[in-house]
């Protein structure tokens, strides 16, 4: 019934989201993650799926039930989401990067859960793929979108970040405000561009910042026929 309510702008479009966090094995049952719900993510496929888009929802582990209609891929390591997504990347006008991806991961991954011996303990940790710069390098006609969750100097590493990965649009968040936090169902969220035009915007709900998003992006999508 609520998906009537909405313009079906971008109908005939392929939108994939990636949401959640990654984790990185440390041994079978332990592992490196980050603090992410999935929420603001999956309000972004659900909306676009309202709006007529054909949604893939990349996610990694989270408590979320998928939003009806979009096909959601369950992933869990970066290497695993990495590939997933660089596998549909021909197939889809839009790439909407909201998953909070661990960027080290442990050298080596203990076949047994790792006993406690000494005081104290050093992990070894590789760095990861950055599957977003990869993805402005891959890029075709793909409307590229990522977020930046940030705790200081907001405009400033969202600015580096838009260039450096050569992206369409980047929403930077400012986390630690107790709205503008994580698992929260309110977000407070500037959308930059890379002409250096920035949008704030008050706290508002994740399906509202979602919508706000769309719009952007079937904007850049009209303008690219
Ligand atoms: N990202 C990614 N792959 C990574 C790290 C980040 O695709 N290995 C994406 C995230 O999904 C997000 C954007 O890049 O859309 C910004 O993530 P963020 O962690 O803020 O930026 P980093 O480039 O990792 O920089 P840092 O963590 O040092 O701030
Ligand atoms: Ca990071």
Request: hydrophobic content about 40%; cysteine-free.
């Amino acid at each position: 019934v609520k998906a009537a309510l909405y313009p079906k702008d971008l109908s005939g479009k392929k939108i994939m989201v990636s949401a959640g966090p990654t984790r990185e094995a440390i041994d079978p049952v332990r592992y490196i993650s980050n603090r992410s719900s999935g929420k603001m993510g999956y309000e972004i496929a659900r909306a676009a799926e309202y709006r007529g888009a054909e949604v893939t929802l990349v996610s990694g582990p989270v408590s979320l039930a998928s939003p009806l209609g979009v096909d959601r891929l369950s992933v869990t390591s970066v290497g695993e989401m990495a590939e997933t997504i660089f596998s549909r990347l021909d197939d889809v006008d839009a790439v909407i990067k909201v998953a909070a991806v661990a960027d080290y991961r442990p050298r080596t991954r203990a076949e047994h859960k790792i006993k406690k011996k000494s005081d104290d303990m050093t992990l070894e940790l590789d760095k990861n793929i950055d599957i977003l710069k990869e993805l402005g390098k891959r890029k075709t006609r793909q409307v590229l979108v990522g977020f930046a969750a940030e705790t200081q100097s907001l405009a400033e590493n969202a600015r580096k970040k838009i260039e450096a990965k050569n992206l369409d649009m980047i929403v930077g968040n400012l986390v630690g405000d107790p709205a503008s936090g994580f698992g929260t169902d309110t977000n407070i969220v500037t959308f930059f561009h890379p002409d250096g035009r920035k949008e704030p915007f008050e706290s508002m709900g994740k399906d509202v910042v979602a919508h706000e998003l769309l719009n952007r992006v079937s904007g850049l999508l009209k303008e690219r026929l």
